[in-house]
């Protein structure tokens, strides 16, 4: 099967632009979650979709979105970007609720 | 909420020898154990995951155990060679909130 796929792969914006990310999970996976990896802070979780509802929800402010279309591919948006959200953003999917994750790529954002 | 603390942040090793890579975690509702193996610049990969109902966890050269009442885990990777040189990082999830909470990572370098 193939992996999880990200679009797109690296982003450069300006502050106060806003961002839409893409993550397309591995075939029959129906779990997306997103996280934020930053030296600074590790890696941090966004949020996680089910069946196209958000379960889960990190300590990310409202600028940070996602949702999960019926064919459980995803997207998470950044409105109103800030220096501080340059970071790579990896999403992750599994099979189901509650089972293990495995990571797509990621997305480079570099905020200027 | 979780919080889980990795400890060496940094791990030196000759090829050959053993490497051992620690975890505490704080909610003792936590069930689920993965780490994961990131290089530089790739995704971070699944090695090896345990569940709170097994103490021990094995293979080939990488184990895992999991002292629930101390609440902490450990990676052992045994004779080790360069390509194990990565960053590794613990995590923890409850079926409750299934979010990875993940430690700050272990730089392992392998010499030859």
């Known amino acids: 099967k193939a992996g999880v796929t990200q679009t797109p792969r690296y982003l450069i914006k300006t502050r106060g632009q806003q961002v839409t990310l893409s993550c397309s999970p591995i075939?029959?996976?129906?779990?997306v979650s997103w996280y934020q990896q930053t030296p600074g802070q590790g890696l941090q979780f966004l949020f996680e979709?089910?069946?196209?509802?958000?379960?889960n929800k990190g300590n990310f402010p409202g600028r940070f979105s996602g949702r999960q279309f019926s064919n459980s591919r995803s997207e998470m948006n950044v409105s109103t970007l800030e220096l501080g959200d340059s970071a790579l953003y990896l999403c992750?999917?599994?099979?189901?609720?509650?089972?293990?994750?495995?990571f797509g790529p990621g997305t480079r954002l570099l905020v200027l | 909420g979780e919080n889980v603390e990795q400890h060496p942040s940094t791990l030196s090793v000759q090829e050959g020898d053993s490497a051992v890579i620690k975890c505490t975690y704080s909610?003792?509702?936590?069930?689920?154990f993965p780490w994961y193996k990131q290089e530089l610049g790739k995704r971070p990969q699944l090695i090896i995951d345990?569940?709170?109902?097994?103490g021990e966890k094995k293979d080939q050269r990488i184990a895992v155990t999991l002292n629930k009442t101390a609440k902490h885990f450990s990676l052992h990777i045994t004779e080790t060679q360069p390509e194990d040189s990565a960053v590794y990082f613990c995590?923890?999830?409850?079926?409750?909130?299934?979010?990875?909470?993940f430690g700050s990572g272990t730089r392992l370098q392998v010499q030859p």
């Open positions: 909610d003792s509702a936590s069930n689920y």
């Open positions: 345990i569940r709170s109902n097994v």
């Open positions: 979709y089910f069946s196209e509802t958000q379960r």
């Open positions: 992750a999917s599994s099979p189901s609720y509650q089972e293990t994750q495995y």
């Open positions: 995590a923890a999830s409850n079926t409750g909130r299934r979010a990875l909470t």
């Open positions: 075939s029959g996976h129906r779990s």
